[in-house]
C-alpha cells in the first residue's frame, strides 16, 4: 500500500491547522508557503475536506481555514481514509464483504487482513492532537540544539 501526495499533503494541511488551533483563520497561501505545496493543489484538498466537515472556511479579506474539531477528535486514518479510500493493500479488501471468487481457496488473503489491520490499528491510533505534541517536543528539541551551538 503507498499514500497518495494527495493524502500525505491532507494530513499536513491538517496538522498546519492542528497547530494553529484555536487561533486566527489560516489561509490557504499561508499553509501552503509553510508546507512547501502549491496553494492550486491545497485548494483541491482543503475542499474535500471541507466537504467532509473536517475544516471550516470563512470568506473575505479576514477569512481563512480552521479546525471544525478539536485536533484530538481527528485521527490519521480518518483523514486518510477520505482522501484515498480504503486503506487496504488488495482491492479483495477494499468492501466489507469480499467478493473475490478466489477468497474461499485464497492462501495469502490471511496475510492482507493482517496487514490491513496493521495499517490500521496503527492511524486509528494517532490523532492531530499526538502530532501537534510531537511538533511541539521536535520544535523545543531543536531550539535547544540551537541555542547549545552558541554556547559552544
Known amino acids: 500500500m503507498k499514500i497518495s501526495t494527495k493524502g500525505r499533503y491532507a494530513l499536513r494541511l491538517m496538522l498546519d491547522l492542528a497547530i494553529n488551533y ?7 497561501k499561508k499553509i501552503a508557503a509553510r508546507q512547501g505545496i502549491s496553494e492550486k493543489y491545497l485548494e483541491q484538498i482543503i475542499t474535500q475536506l471541507k466537504k467532509a466537515g473536517y475544516v ?13 474539531r478539536d485536533p484530538a477528535e481527528y485521527t490519521v486514518g480518518m483523514i486518510l481514509r477520505q482522501m484515498e ?12 464483504v469480499n467478493l ?24 486509528d491510533q494517532i490523532t ?7 511538533y511541539q517536543e521536535k520544535v523545543v528539541l531543536d531550539l535547544n540544539l540551537y541555542l547549545l551551538t552558541f554556547k559552544m
Open 56 to 68: 471550516r472556511s470563512v470568506r473575505g479579506s479576514e477569512g481563512g481555514y480552521r479546525l471544525a
Open 128 to 134: 492531530l492532537a499526538d502530532l501537534v505534541k510531537d
Open 100 to 123: 473475490c471468487a478466489r477468497a474461499a481457496d485464497c492462501i495469502t488473503l490471511n496475510v492482507w487482513k493482517k496487514v490491513k489491520t496493521a495499517v490500521e490499528d496503527v492511524v
Open 22 to 28: 484555536g487561533g486566527e483563520l489560516i489561509t490557504v
Open 85 to 96: 479510500g480504503s486503506l487496504a493493500p488488495v482491492s479483495c479488501l477494499d468492501e466489507e
